[in-house]
């Protein structure tokens, strides 16, 4: 098996996604340059983080989470870019599973009950095929051990993509779009809300409208990436 990978490895030579240089045998879908240098958030350790700070009075969170920094034109961007538009999905797992390594490390999120990704109107899921935060969300779940619902939550509307839209906007763009499928699931349940990254925090908004209305309910929020701005 290892000479026919080797040989494979030859024809379509691995490289990584942040950064396109080849990859060594023992690394996977990102370099160890990569993953020592990529701008990580370290959110986990300070509870004042921007990104809370950006749902201060939106959204009661418990945490607010994010792996890394996004910055236009970086090797995070390339990355986001490899999961959501080249059927790089794994590699939102993986993502995941190295991100849950960090937070176990701190024993942050151990009081989560149950891993909810955003989910995708069931028309763009047929489209890409996949929903890259649940794939993220795989890997939070794995590495956490904690359960993972794709079925209590749904996108009830189809919406227009978010980028390149205004904050107000985006909020337009979202209002509503949400439903819960199975109240009972969720009650009294501390919920990680994931999602691939997050900019003004419109549609982590919009899901909490239709959350909020949950008994006894706890929020938590995670991404792959927040677009960090001054405040």
């Known amino acids: 098996m290892t000479l026919i990978n080797d040989f494979m490895s030859l024809i379509y030579p691995r490289h990584c996604e942040a950064c396109v240089n080849g990859l060594f045998k023992h690394e996977t879908y990102i370099c160890n340059h990569c993953k ?41 961007q390339k990355l986001l870019h490899a999961i959501k538009y080249e059927d790089q999905k794994e590699l939102a797992q993986f993502i995941g599973e190295l991100y849950a390594q960090e937070l176990a490390k701190e024993g942050t999120l151990a009081e989560v009950d149950v891993i909810v990704p955003i989910p995708l109107h069931k028309k763009k899921l047929k489209l890409r095929g996949y929903n890259q935060s ?66 003004t925090g419109a549609t982590i908004e919009a899901a909490w409208m239709a959350l909020k209305n949950v008994e006894g309910i706890k929020l938590s929020v995670a991404s792959i990436a927040f677009a960090a701005r001054k405040l």
């Open 36 to 76: 020592l240098t990529l701008p990580k958030s370290n959110y986990h350790k300070n509870g004042q983080n921007e990104l809370n700070q950006t749902f201060a009075g939106r959204v009661p969170l418990n945490y607010g989470l994010c792996f890394y920094l996004f910055e236009k034109s970086g090797k995070v």
């Open 134 to 199: 649940e794939w993220f969300a795989k890997g939070l779940a794995k590495a956490l051990e904690k359960p993972l619902d794709i079925d209590s939550f749904e996108r009830a509307h189809e919406t227009s993509t978010q980028t390149k839209k205004k904050k107000y906007q985006r909020w337009e763009n979202v209002e509503g779009i949400f439903t819960i499928k199975d109240h009972n699931a969720l009650i009294n349940k501390h919920i990680l809300l994931v999602d691939d990254v997050i900019t």
